[in-house]
C-alpha cells in the first residue's frame, strides 16, 4: 500500500503562485507514475498533470503554461508549482499515483488525503 501527503495549499491572489508537495511511502517510489487531481465546489474530480517514471510529463490543457509538474526520486517527493493562479483554480488538489503512469482519464489506484488551494480574486 502507498501512502500519500500533501502540503503547501494555502490562500493566495489572483495571478499569484503556490507550490504543492507529496511524499510518498510505502512502496519503491521511482516505479510510480505521480499526478494531481483537484475537485471544486459541486464539480467533479479533474486531471491537472501527471509524471511518470520517465520523468514524462502531461498536462491539462487549463493548466498548461502555468502549471509545473516535478519528481524528487531521492526524496520520494512530487511537486506542483503553481503560477498566474486564476479565481478558477480553486480546488481541493490531491496527490495520485499508480504503478508507473498516471493516466488523465483513468481514477488513479494512490490518492492522498488533498489540500486546500483558494485563489481570491
Known amino acids: 500500500q502507498v501512502q500519500l501527503v500533501e502540503s503547501g495549499g494555502g490562500l493566495v491572489q489572483d495571478g499569484g503562485s503556490l507550490g504543492l508537495s507529496c511524499v510518498a511511502s510505502?512502496?519503491?517510489?521511482?516505479?510510480?507514475?505521480m499526478g494531481w487531481f483537484r475537485q471544486a465546489p459541486g464539480k467533479e474530480r479533474e486531471f491537472v498533470a501527471a509524471?511518470?517514471?520517465?520523468?514524462?510529463?502531461d498536462y491539462a490543457d487549463s493548466v498548461k503554461g502555468r502549471f509545473t509538474i516535478s519528481r524528487n526520486n531521492e526524496k520520494n517527493t512530487t511537486y506542483l508549482q503553481m503560477n498566474s493562479l486564476r479565481p478558477e483554480d480553486t480546488a481541493v488538489y490531491y496527490c495520485?499515483?499508480?504503478?508507473?503512469?498516471?493516466?488523465?482519464?483513468?481514477?488513479?489506484?494512490?490518492w492522498g488525503q488533498g489540500t486546500q488551494v483558494t485563489v481570491s480574486s
Open positions: 495520485v499515483g499508480r504503478e508507473l503512469v498516471v493516466f488523465s482519464t483513468e481514477s488513479p489506484k494512490y
Open positions: 510505502g512502496r519503491t517510489f521511482y516505479t510510480l507514475g
Open positions: 509524471i511518470d517514471y520517465t520523468f514524462s510529463t
